[in-house]
């Protein structure tokens, strides 16, 4: 039952932004959109979530679209560091307390 | 800065041992929860807490147990190590109530081999 779709893997360059899409084109009006990461052996990190507008932190910039039907997490300066799987993820508030991850985007940063 | 601490990033035991995995959060965080992690089955809960002494089951509660004495701290306790819980098991936190949208903060996890 899977909720997103994001692409298998990407490549960017070291200095360069990332841009890394995700489709949910069924997200319901109470589901939140999560990003986290995993880099390999260590546990997930949380980036950041949004239901509508658009949202920036310190690591991340979460660019949702009008229609709620996708969304793209910007890394805006990509470090050899961030090379990691990134999951996309749709949660509804108030209802639905477990995550679940999909495949996910494995992103590579090269030098 | 959340902080999520697993007692141990690796752990080997042998079947038939009790093994007890502990998390610290240092956010007052209400609510606790243990997940394991498989290649190919992903992310799945065994059991979360929402207040201390209250503990719910997750997807896979059998053959696991939880303790949470303490706000801070929530216990994994695998009555009766098997094989077939060789995992990586991950312990989060969060705060407002159990389905409010604060995310949920993860350890590093612990890599638990059983032989």
């Known amino acids: 039952d899977a909720k997103t779709t994001q692409p298998t893997s990407m490549d960017c360059a070291e200095g360069r932004a990332a841009n890394l899409p995700c489709n949910h084109s069924?997200?319901?009006?109470?589901?939140?959109v999560y990003w986290y990461r995993q880099i390999h052996s260590q546990g997930p990190q949380y980036i950041i979530h949004?239901?509508?507008n658009n949202e920036t932190n310190e690591m991340a910039s979460l660019i949702i679209t009008e229609d709620r039907k996708s969304s793209t997490l910007i890394l805006p300066h990509a470090t050899l560091r961030d090379t990691a799987v990134y999951y996309c993820i749709v949660r509804a508030a108030f209802s639905d307390y477990k995550l679940s991850f999909g495949a996910g985007t494995t992103v590579t940063v090269r030098a | 800065d959340v902080k999520v601490t697993q007692s141990s990033r690796y752990l080997v035991k042998r079947t038939g041992e009790k093994v007890f995995l502990e998390c610290v959060q240092d956010?007052?965080?209400?609510?606790m929860f243990w997940y394991r992690q498989d290649p190919g089955l992903g992310l799945r809960l065994i059991y979360f807490s929402y207040d201390v002494k209250m503990k719910e089951k997750g997807d896979i509660p059998e053959g696991y147990s939880v303790s949470r004495e303490k706000k801070e701290r929530f216990s994994l306790i695998l009555e009766s190590a098997s094989t077939n819980q060789t995992s990586m098991y991950l312990c989060a936190s969060s705060s407002g109530g159990i389905n409010s949208n604060q995310p949920q903060h993860f350890g590093d996890g612990t890599r638990l081999s059983i032989l």
């Open positions: 956010m007052d965080h209400e609510n």
């Open positions: 069924t997200i319901s009006g109470n589901e939140y």
């Open positions: 949004g239901l509508k």
